[in-house]
Each structure stands twice: as C-alpha cells, then as structure tokens.
C-alpha cells in the first residue's frame, strides 16, 4: 500500500533562516508528487507539484522541492522563510491514472519567529 | 478562492445519527473527491466521483456513501455516526487527472 512520511511533526525557525521540510514516500510504481500547504483557517493550497522531467521543481512563494526517484524523496526548500510562511504543510502522492486519490503525509507544522 | 464551495462549515451531531454533507465544484470540473481530516492527521482519501460514477475509494466503511449530480455538485452521507467520525471533510474538485481544488471543508463534531 502506498503511503508518505514527513519527518517532523512541527518545525520552529526564525525570519530568513532556511527551510527544509522532508518526505518519503512508499511505493513502487510511477507517482505524481505533490506539496500543499494549509494556512491557519484557510483551504489547502497546491504549491507544487511533479509529474514527471526535471526533478527540481519550483513553485509559488519562493517553495521548490527536489525528486530524487532512488530514496523515494520529495523534500520541500525554500532558502529564506518569512513570518507568513507558518501554516501546515502536507506532502502527498498519486499513483500515475489515479489522479484524485491523493496518498497525504501527517504534515508539519512550521511556525516561524518574527 | 478555489471556488469550490462546501456547506454546513460547522455542525454538531450525537452518536448514531446520520450527517449530509455538499459540495459545490468549481465550473467545468467533472470529478469529485472526499477527504477526511482528523485532528493533526494529513487528509485521507474517502471516495471519488466521476460523472456520477464512484470512481476508486479509500479504505472507509461502507456507512460513508456518496452522490454526484448532473451538475458534478456532490454530496457525503455518513449514517450511524460514531465518536472517531469528528474530523474536517475535504471537497475537492477536478478534472479527472488534473490538479485538485479543495474547499475550506465541514467541520463535523460528533458527542
């Protein structure tokens, strides 16, 4: 069964450090790959999302996030985070044809310090 | 704004009861799916709609069913509520393999 682990649970930085929130994920086929983000009482957001060439993908608000097919890896960057930035934030994966059964991770939790 | 649209935002039931849940798409969407979102869980898959069709299901007992409409709106019906029901209940829109816009969801508490 496919399945999609974020390593912390809940990640505290300040203003202008950097970001890296991580992802593994759990299945043998071809996967659609996708990062979303959950501001507080807001709608889950797409922020980017991988199909398929470049692995190194970049999306909105400064996010990108890098495929790397050999750790069955999907981590999430961003180089400097900014106090708007704290929301959850939920990696989630789709096997290629199964478009809207989304496979989602518990999520992390980033609060960043002004 | 996705404009994907769910109604009640909040609702309250007891044990037992049974809950409707809609969902309106966003215009030209044809696939509808249903998430369950407990508290600090990610979301999980319930069941998809396409063209009024089930189109794949999570692993959710047969007591949470679903309708789709001509118009791609939708609802969930979950009967004989159970405690472990309260949790916040994704829509979200599609097409078919496309990217998915989510509702701000129902916020259902079961006592």
């Known amino acids: 069964a496919q399945s999609v682990s974020q390593h912390n649970h809940h990640v505290i930085l300040s203003e202008a450090a950097s970001l890296e929130l991580g992802c593994n994920y759990s299945?043998?086929?071809?996967?659609?790959l996708f990062w979303y983000v959950q501001y507080p009482g807001q709608h889950l957001q797409l922020l980017l999302k991988y199909f398929s060439g470049d692995p190194l993908v970049k999306g909105i608000k400064g996010f990108e996030a890098e495929f790397i097919k050999s750790k069955f890896s999907f981590n999430l960057r961003k180089p400097s985070v900014q106090w708007s930035d704290t929301a959850e934030y939920f990696c989630a994966v789709t096997a290629i044809l199964q478009g809207g059964k989304l496979i989602f991770g518990q999520g992390t939790e980033l609060s960043v310090k002004p | 704004e996705t404009g994907v649209t769910q109604s009640p935002t909040h609702l309250i039931k007891t044990r037992g009861q049974q809950v409707t849940l809609r969902c309106s798409s966003q215009s030209g969407h044809n696939t509808v799916s249903w998430y369950q979102q407990a508290l600090g869980q990610g979301p999980q898959f319930i069941f998809q709609y396409y063209r009024e069709e089930e189109n794949g299901r999570g692993n959710f007992p047969p007591r949470f069913s679903g309708l789709q409409f001509p118009n791609y709106s939708s609802e969930l019906n979950v009967n004989a509520l159970e405690l472990d029901d309260s949790a916040l209940y994704l829509c979200a829109s599609s097409l078919v393999t496309g990217e998915l816009f989510f509702g701000e969801g129902s916020r259902l508490t079961v006592l």
């Open positions: 299945y043998g086929g071809t996967v659609n």
